[in-house]
């Protein structure tokens, strides 16, 4: 007699048991590593992360090796085999390919570094404006500026509100008008951020193996308000920082890098913040 656990019957012999196990909805087996799962779901997630199988969970489908699952997945779908990802249709496989693109050829690979950091005695030289904005911001340029002093200079020349988010803007006496910003709120944790396992962000719920990890993230961007806009009316995505909204313009991905009062408007930025610097 055979014996089935899960299903707690019993069968006249072994060509019974794995017949019954062959059609019963309780079982599901994967014949090539000879294990029996309780559900579907659980056979596929095997299949899906197991060495052994190439397997395309999108048609159900199995191939003799990884080589010809790629070229499934390249012929039949949306599909960079390059990054592993998969797109809902051409069109964003095209325009990840042509992000990626920008990105490469934008890099220092293949773009000299000539944008001189105009800090007083720092000399560092960076690809683009958007990395520039970045190290002054990092607070690490020798000239002192950091985060704070580049939000600063926003505020008191982006007046009209070209690049920043008239919402994140407080009226004060005599109608000044301060930037949100500028008055940064500063986070700091202490020993009762552990949970018992870890450092815990108590605005994100993040978790951190150490007390200094945990207050270099709430140091960052993360929970600041987002002042910072990108000024096409079709776009309007936010941004905590100036270097992310450089970012997001130098990538062309909305294309409001075409339109001449951006391209006015963050030239007459790059040299008040050259005056800035280098005093």
């Not at 997945?73 to 051409?90: G, L, V």
């Not at 904005?133 to 002192?144: A, F, I, Q």
């Not at 202490?190 to 140091?219: F, K, V």
């Not at 910072?228 to 130098?250: D, K």
């Amino acid at each position: 007699m055979a014996y089935c656990d899960r299903c707690e019957r019993y069968f006249n012999g072994i060509s019974a048991l794995r017949q019954h196990e062959q059609n019963s909805p309780n079982h599901h087996i994967c014949d090539d590593c000879d294990i029996d799962f309780a559900s579907w779901r659980g056979l596929k997630e095997h299949y899906v992360q197991s060495r052994v199988h190439d397997y395309c969970q999108r048609c159900d489908s199995h191939f003799s090796d990884t080589r010809e699952l790629e070229s499934h997945y390249e012929s039949d779908h949306y599909y960079c085999i390059k990054c592993r990802r998969f797109f809902q249709n051409a069109l964003g496989l095209h325009e990840h390919y042509r992000h990626n693109l920008n990105s490469h050829l934008n890099s220092s690979l293949h773009r000299p570094k000539d944008v001189l950091c105009p800090g007083k005695g720092c000399g560092l030289a960076f690809v683009s404006r958007s990395a520039l904005v970045l190290h002054l911001e990092s607070g690490k340029c020798t000239s002192g500026a950091d985060r704070q002093t580049i939000n600063r200079l926003v505020r008191q020349y982006d007046t009209t509100n070209i690049i920043t988010n008239p919402a994140r803007l407080l009226t004060g006496g005599a109608g000044v008008r301060i930037l949100v910003c500028d008055t940064q709120i500063t986070y700091r944790a202490g020993p009762a951020s552990w949970n018992g396992s870890e450092y815990e962000c108590y605005l994100c719920h993040n978790g951190y193996r150490s007390l200094s990890a945990l207050n270099q993230h709430l140091a960052s961007p993360r929970h600041q308000e987002k002042t910072y806009v990108c000024p096409l009316n079709t776009c309007h995505t936010p941004f905590t920082t100036l270097s992310g909204l450089c970012q997001h313009i130098e990538s062309e991905r909305c294309g409001v890098s075409r339109f001449k009062v951006v391209q006015t408007t963050m030239d007459d930025l790059m040299g008040k913040m050259r005056r800035l610097t280098a005093n």
